[in-house]
């Protein structure tokens, strides 16, 4: 009799064998074996059920209490498995099935392995799957370019572009006639038409690697200036609640809701793959999910089915035959690509670069202070009709953008037009970035300001005494867990004023007053040719900080969001 077969009859004492018992104990015999009986049918069939499960723990099972560990039967441990997969989460349901078509019946331990994993997850594991099917080709250069090797298997499984959902009630404040846009999204941020903005690492999910692509390319195409172009996409990185996201947790967050107002003010604006969008709103929950591809910087999740170089690819052939069409459009994914996709890079690091900058970003409560040069040299023109000025004002409002909620700001201009002027005077009241200042929200003050700003003609430049000014002021704001920062730009070198001194004495008087207690970084950025760019070094050496030339005024709006990005990144 094989394992796999009950006998038809148990055995038992024949009617001979009983002789002359009473009744009675007859029945007593009876109810011990039948006791015996229902033991056995108990531990075969939680044995079968382990051998079912390939587990040490059976699944869900009735209340009988469970046997003595001594009379557990063994299971052998199940082998390694012939293929390892690792599926980007969302297509790894798909996968699966397919993988359980090629499961041998009868067979307890499954020839195929597959876990479901998001690439940058995958690309920093050690353990390497032998079939690797994530969501964007790109991670397959970035793994080529890290040495690691996997060779495509016919033409790519699936398509989902990246959509910007959102709870269809804020749905009309950036959806206008079923279209909606990156920079759209960037400008109702800025001016907290929409409360809250999410997004997922850049390093580790496509979705948030695709989505810094897509708002990149967005900003690009919105400005010639790419300096510009920059502190745009800088400034919704700044507004985000939250850059590293789980797209999964959110749409469990989002089922769980008990009201679309909730659901506004606790994830508000996201993007999502389509496929991850399309399964939400099936699943019928109280919070209905809206959804539109940015038409500006249009990015898609393609899904290749990659194998690893050395791995024998029989058992790797049948699975990728096994992953049909109808499975994949069944589960909300496209068959073909979509037309006017944002172009990705030609290499992982082109791609990877503004993702690692996004990804580092420290959305800690900074406390700013800008010094603005407006001595007379800001006057002088750059050709046509630009002024080094009218290149501040534009690219000082966009960088105004950049400062989030948490952000405590001032600024002053410095530049002495007469013997008996200050230093520097104050522009706008040192205080919380949504706080007043002059009757008027301190945002909204600071890009004013900075709209209309007009250096004096005959100004001086007191650098120096600024700097050691703005040092001093900001080293009594400092505060644990809000790092205070003084960004200063500056066309010139110090001089043509009572406040002039040597670059020595400067440096001294700096060293001086460091209390490594209490640091305050200083962010130069020296703005064209005659920049005093060693004295700028040496400011920014001495307490931390970094200094960046911008010795074409032009690149004015780069070097500001290099000076941010310093401030934010500590790069």
């Known amino acids: 009799m094989s394992d796999n077969e009950w006998p038809r009859e148990l055995p038992g004492p024949s009617r001979d064998e009983w002789g002359d018992e009473p009744p009675q104990a007859r029945s007593r015999v009876l109810l011990s074996a039948s006791l015996v009986i229902v033991v056995l049918l108990v531990a075969g069939g939680v044995a079968w059920q382990l051998m079912r499960n390939g587990s040490a723990q059976p699944a869900t099972q009735p209340s009988a209490a469970p046997l003595p560990s001594s009379t557990q039967p063994s299971v052998t441990p199940c082998p390694d498995a012939e293929l390892t997969v690792a599926a980007a989460p969302e297509i790894e349901p798909v996968i699966r099935a397919a993988a359980g078509t090629l499961h041998p019946a009868g067979q307890r331990c499954a020839p195929i392995e597959v876990r479901a994993e998001e690439p940058g997850v995958t690309l920093a594991s050690t353990d390497r799957p032998d079939v690797w099917v994530p969501s964007s080709s790109a991670w397959l250069r970035i793994a080529e370019e890290n040495k690691l090797f996997y060779r495509t298997s016919g033409a790519t499984l699936a398509y989902s572009p990246v959509m910007l959902a959102a709870p269809e009630a804020i749905g009309r404040l950036y959806i206008k006639d079923g279209k909606t846009t990156w920079n759209g999204l960037i400008e109702a941020v800025a001016d907290e038409r929409i409360p809250v903005a999410t997004m997922s690492d850049p390093l580790k999910t496509t979705n948030g690697l695709l989505s810094v692509h897509g ?59 389509e496929q991850q969008l399309l399964s939400y709103q099936k699943g019928g929950h109280r919070v209905a999910l809206t959804g539109v591809a940015p038409a500006d910087g249009m990015v898609e999740a393609d899904y290749p089915y990659a194998v690893r170089k050395g791995v024998k690819t029989g058992l790797a052939d049948r699975l990728r035959a096994a992953i049909t069409k109808t499975a994949l459009t069944e589960a909300g994914f496209r068959a073909e690509p979509t037309a006017g996709g944002a ?22 409560a900074f406390q700013v202070l800008l010094l603005i040069d407006a001595s007379g040299s800001m006057n002088e023109r750059i050709g046509g009709s630009a002024t080094k000025a009218s290149l501040l004002r534009e690219s000082g409002a966009s960088a105004a953008q950049l400062f989030n909620r948490d952000t405590t700001i001032g600024m002053w201009y410095f530049g002495a037009g007469s013997a008996n002027s200050p230093a520097h005077t104050e522009e706008v009241s040192f205080g919380p970035i949504n706080g007043e200042a002059g009757g008027k929200p301190r945002r909204e003050a600071l890009i004013e300001k900075i709209k209309t700003y007009r250096p004096q003609s005959n100004a001086g430049t007191p650098l120096y005494q600024s700097v050691l000014d703005g040092v001093d002021t900001m080293r009594e704001q400092v505060k644990p867990g809000k790092p205070s920062v003084v960004v200063v730009l500056t066309d010139g070198a110090d001089g043509g ?32 040719p005659d920049a005093n760019m060693p004295a700028l070094q040496s400011m920014a050496k001495a307490t931390g900080g970094q200094a960046i030339a911008a010795r074409n005024p032009a690149d004015l709006a780069s070097a500001m969001a290099k000076a941010f990005l310093a401030a934010r990144t500590g790069s």
């Open 343 to 364: 172009r990705l890079p030609g290499t992982g690091k082109a791609l990877l670069d503004p993702a690692k900058q996004w990804a580092g970003f420290q959305t800690l």
């Open 497 to 528: 004023t009572r406040f002039a001194m040597s670059n020595q004495e400067f440096q001294k008087r700096l060293t001086a007053g460091l209390d490594p207690a209490r640091p305050v970084p200083v962010i130069a950025v020296g703005y064209g």
């Open 215 to 273: 708002v990149y390319a967005a900003t690009a195409l919105a400005s010639k200036d790419p300096g510009i172009a920059q502190l745009r996409a800088l400034t919704l990185r700044s507004r985000l609640a939250d850059a590293a996201a789980d797209p999964g947790v959110l749409l469990t967050r989002m089922a769980a809701e008990a009201d679309a107002t909730s659901a506004v003010y606790d994830l508000g604006v996201f993007p999502l793959i």
